[in-house]
């Protein structure tokens, strides 16, 4: 799981804002919240502009960096904070596995430029690497390839040029799948970050989603399990896969009241409707995901059916969720407990439970507290 994350320099993060997701508290209540002595499930909170969405982008930063995996064009664009004069942005990440640390940080003048990486397995130095003479701040004076080179003995690092060293060594290694290098790229593999606003945009997991309109067209129980869903959301709305005139099979919805009237399904349903489709495939297509980091929520969600929905992520005991949100119904001990609330700024990342003198119990109503300004943005 992930241990630690921290970003600086990057788009509106000219100063280090880190989360820790081992600083949990001793609460009794909504356990299921918290694996390992790690946070399992967390939301975020913060003003427009705050920086929620790009926090989610700096997290993924190693996807791209590392595995390759599909990355949306242009969401990287303006990478660089306008303030950074000297340097790039860093992005520091730790894992823990079992009793295993994996500690690994890096530096980039752009998306693709790398100007340091430096990893450390259980504090011991795996590789340090300097890529430009801009390397400065690693607090590492000279390259280090000892810790790797025991790890991949046979590979040359010459043909490596400006890529990273890390990532060369392990695509070229077979690891034992129990070595915690093995699993950190298992975890960073299996990583997914979305929205549900008006677009399919997504880092990670996937090179591909072609299959985005069609993926339970022939899967009577897919259609049955979804149509289900948007009943309980109060959607009206039978579903079925039909053929065209042009031979395709496509999804078609119909009101219980007239049956026989069809609808185009992505061409009539509300925006509502098609985030939750959105959310529904992707669930159901990435077994297995490590952390889903999914990005405005529940922007088009009734509030019942956004804590609906966060109970069913819950729910994924294997996956670590990070959830960005305005909705203050969801700010409540019944769903979460106060160390896995936060709340960010320009500056801070803070649980609500750090975020106050109050010592928080479970019969706070944490909403009214928000709204009160007890955990204040700065």
Not at 352 to 362: K, M, N, P, S, Y
């Amino acid at each position: 799981m992930l241990k630690l994350f921290e970003v600086s320099g990057f788009k509106n993060f000219p100063h280090s804002v880190a989360i820790d997701f081992s600083n949990t508290r001793d609460y009794k209540f909504n356990q299921r919240c918290v694996k390992n002595g790690l946070i399992k499930d967390a939301i975020i909170y913060g003003k427009n502009s705050s920086g929620k969405t790009n926090f989610g982008l700096a997290l993924f930063d190693i996807v791209a960096h590392l595995t390759g995996n599909n990355v949306t064009p242009h969401i990287y664009d303006n990478y660089i904070n306008v303030a950074v004069k000297y340097g790039g942005a860093t992005f520091h990440y730790v894992f823990q596995f079992g009793s295993d640390v994996v500690d690994y940080r890096y530096e980039k003048s752009d998306n693709r430029t790398l100007i340091f990486e430096h990893i450390e397995l259980n504090g011991e130095l795996l590789l340090h690497k300097a890529y430009t003479d801009t390397d400065k701040t690693s607090g590492t004076a000279e390259d280090d390839f000892s810790g790797i080179s025991r790890l991949a003995p046979t590979l040359n690092y010459s043909f490596v040029a400006s890529e990273s060293y890390l990532k060369y060594a392990l695509n070229n290694t077979a690891l034992d799948p129990e070595h915690p290098l093995y699993k950190m790229m298992q975890f960073i593999s299996k990583m997914l970050w979305f929205r549900n606003l008006d677009e399919n945009r997504y880092i990670g997991y996937k090179t591909s989603s072609q299959d985005y309109a069609k993926f339970m067209l022939d899967s009577k129980p897919l259609l049955s399990e979804f149509g289900a869903l948007l009943r309980n959301a109060g959607v009206d709305a039978n579903l079925a896969a039909e053929k065209d005139s042009d031979g395709a099979r496509r999804l078609y919805a119909s009101p219980s009241y007239n049956k026989s009237g069809r609808l185009p399904f992505f061409e009539t349903a509300s925006s509502g409707t098609k985030a939750l489709y959105a959310f529904f495939y992707w669930i159901k297509t990435s077994p297995g995901i490590s952390l889903l980091f999914i990005d405005e929520f529940d922007a088009y969600y009734h509030y019942e059916l956004s804590e609906a929905l966060v109970e069913m992520l819950e729910k994924l005991e294997d996956t670590q969720v990070i959830l960005t949100s305005h909705n203050t119904n969801l700010l409540t001990n019944r769903i979460m407990r106060p160390d896995c609330y936060f709340i960010l700024s320009q500056d801070k990342l803070s649980s609500f439970a750090d975020a106050t003198q109050r010592e928080l119990r479970e019969g706070h109503n944490l909403e009214k507290l928000y709204m009160g300004g007890e955990f204040a943005e700065k």
